[in-house]
RNA sequence: GCCCAUGUAGCUCAGUUGGAUAGAGCGCCGGUUUCCUAAACCGGAGGUCGCAGGUUCGAAUCCUGCCAUGGGUACCA
């Protein structure tokens, strides 16, 4: 329908002398109702390049393009110029139409049709549980995972980690504080290690295996190993349980392992691009464009993250993938210019790696923040936060706003089980739907004939004008990868759903005035539940 | 110092990439139920869109400068 009226509009603009294409010309849905169900700036565009009034050119505009009466109802002209369209019966029935055929795959497009991505989140280092800032990453992740899904791209969801290095030592060295106190060997806490009840669990847990047999070896490497099983099979329940499961989990190490970290470090030296300084190895990313050289390899001998992370892109392009999105929290922001500088350095296209930073999380409790560190052991881990307020609202709640900016969690509203709650408002609209249908099941009424039109009070026309917009929004999700606007889009298709409900029966004596309503009913339940599916949030039949 | 994000109602935040009278939820005040789930709906009060300039038919949105907050600016990841 836009479409249409935006090439109609387009070729109208050619006898003004100007050509305007559909895509320079805004039509959009007006905030105010008695602006129509679409609205163009044509004319004011048109008016700057011709010198006319605009409201003449709008007037011209209107008399010259014609629609059919059943799907554009009318075209005002409003000061300074603005072309205003009104839905007619025909365009929302087809809306309906379009749902109760499509089901489920209301809203699915074929953008990303034979195409590949690859979405690389969470990514968090097996050094302890999750907390809630993996959590929000995790969170958008997956829901940017689905959205591309929805848009027909082949998703593949990756984690990336690392088991070697300084910080899993640190982690070994404090498991091994834990098993030698427990022993009740001499021992002192390692400086900047890692604290936490679940290191002492874990210390527990091999005294069990492996008894006092490691009290007097050099190696770490026992300790650390089993922290890292029992950490890693922590996290990945962790994720299980707020519906995630990832695709493919890649280990820093075998980039060591298979030469590609070798081979990285060699043709930046054929390049010319690293070099040797204070006895470490450099890249030269003054020559690519940056501020400053930075370190690949530390003066001890092990890389910085800069290396495996080349490396590891470089594998990724080497999958072949069409995109490749990284999740990153907001204290990455600094690192990955280094990361596309030494990737495109190295002949790949770095266009295809798309970086999305989001914010850091907040909790609050009462109005009050509660601190975290991750190093301490005074943190909320993701699993406790889940287990408070379920997984459902948890999801809601982290992918309720930009990702851009910080997430305040309200404690006190998430844990509230009333409408209050935005997510129980969504899904108490599609429990209430399903009860309505249920009812509807019970009378033993024929209610096959329906006629559409007759569903044209103000109430039902928003609503179904808004179902009508959801394929747009999905399509505008994969541009944006903004989750937050489909929340904002089923709260408020709850909120008209809700209108529609309160003014009307739909379940009567009128059989096929029944019948529209059930149909506009199961159109509304359909959208929330695919909208729903694409946050990662049930659609429950009845609470 | 420099880089990124943010600054909108008492609180938490939207604002469709420049449009018409700036919105929602919570909180506050008032109203609605013989009826399919009241876990609902309606109305009201509440604003210098951080500040100051600029761009144009038109700015919360774009540009410049300043202020504030968070993050970064490592031979940590």
């Known amino acids: 329908m836009k479409k249409q009226i935006l090439k109609i509009l387009s070729e109208a603009s050619e006898s003004f002398g100007h050509k305007i294409s559909p895509s320079e010309i805004t039509l ?22 011709t010198n006319q009034k605009p409201l003449d050119i709008a007037n011209s505009l209107k008399d010259n393009i014609s629609f059919d009466k059943n799907f554009v109802e009318k075209i005002e002209v409003a000061p300074p110029g603005f072309l ?105 806490f390692p400086e900047d290690g890692y604290q936490g009840e679940y290191l002492a669990d874990i210390a527990e847990q091999l005294i069990e295996e492996k008894g006092d047999s490691l009290v007097d070896g050099e ?48 043709r930046f030296f054929e390049k010319d691009l690293a070099y040797e300084k204070d006895g470490a190895v450099w890249l030269r990313l003054t020559k690519l464009g940056l501020e400053e ?29 069409d995109m490749i999105i990284d999740i990153l929290g907001a204290d990455h922001h600094a690192s990955f210019p280094d990361v596309v500088a030494g990737v495109e350095a ?28 991750t190093r301490k052991a005074n943190y909320v881990t993701l699993d406790e936060l889940r287990e408070e307020v379920g997984q459902d609202v948890l999801r809601y709640f982290f992918l309720m706003r930009s990702i851009n900016s910080h997430l305040n969690f309200e404690m006190d509203l998430a844990k509230k089980e009333t409408d209050e709650n935005p997510v129980y408002y969504i899904q108490y609209a599609h429990a209430r739907i399903s009860s309505i249908i249920r009812l509807a099941a019970e009378r033993d009424e024929n209610y096959d004939q329906s006629d559409l039109s007759l569903l044209n ?29 489909l929340t904002v889009f089923l709260s408020e298709l709850a909120k008209l759903f809700s209108r529609f409900y309160t003014e009307h029966k739909v379940v009567s004596d009128d059989n096929e005035l029944t019948a529209s309503r059930l149909a506009l009913c199961l159109s509304t339940a359909f959208v929330i539940k695919n909208g729903l599916g694409l946050l990662g949030i049930k659609a429950p039949e009845s609470m």
């Not at 849905?29 to 390049?49: E, F, M, Q, R, V």
């Not at 770490?220 to 493919?248: C, H, Q, W, Y």
């Open 293 to 321: 050289d930075r370190v690949m390899k530390k003066s001890s001998g092990e890389p910085t993250y800069r290396l495996p992370d080349i490396a590891y892109h470089e594998d990724k392009l080497n999958r072949n993938y």
């Open 346 to 373: 190295l002949g790949y296209d770095a266009q295809k790696i798309s970086v999305l930073l989001h914010q850091f999380v907040t909790l609050t409790k009462g109005g009050k923040k509660i601190k975290m560190s």
């Open 84 to 188: 205003n369209f009104t839905y007619g019966a025909g365009y929302r029935a087809e809306v309906i139409e379009k749902i109760l055929s499509d089901k489920s795959d209301y809203g699915r497009s074929a953008i990303g049709k034979s195409k590949t991505v690859n979405v690389e989140f969470v990514s968090a280092n097996p050094t302890g549980p999750l907390n809630i800032g993996h959590g929000r990453n995790a969170v958008i992740g997956d829901c940017v995972a689905r959205i591309l899904e929805f848009n027909g791209f082949e998703v593949t969801r990756e984690y990336y980690f690392n088991n070697a290095g300084r910080q899993m030592r640190l982690l070994g060295e404090s498991v091994r504080f834990h098993y030698l106190s427990k022993l009740k060997k001499e021992t002192s």
């Open 28 to 49: 959009e849905k007006p905030k105010n109702p008695n602006h129509g169900d679409l609205s163009s700036n044509i004319a004011l565009l048109l008016a700057g390049k």
């Open 219 to 266: 190696d770490v490497s026992p300790f650390k190993e089993i922290a890292e099983r029992v950490i890693f099979e922590d996290i990945k329940i962790t994720l299980d349980n707020i519906g995630i499961r990832m695709d493919k989990y890649f280990n820093e190490d075998s980039l060591y392992k298979s030469g590609a970290i070798e081979s990285v470090l060699e």
């Open 457 to 485: 009070s103000v109430e039902e026309k928003a609503l179904i004008t808004y179902l009508g917009e959801f394929p747009e929004m999905v399509v505008k999700l994969h541009l944006l990868f903004q989750p937050h606007l």
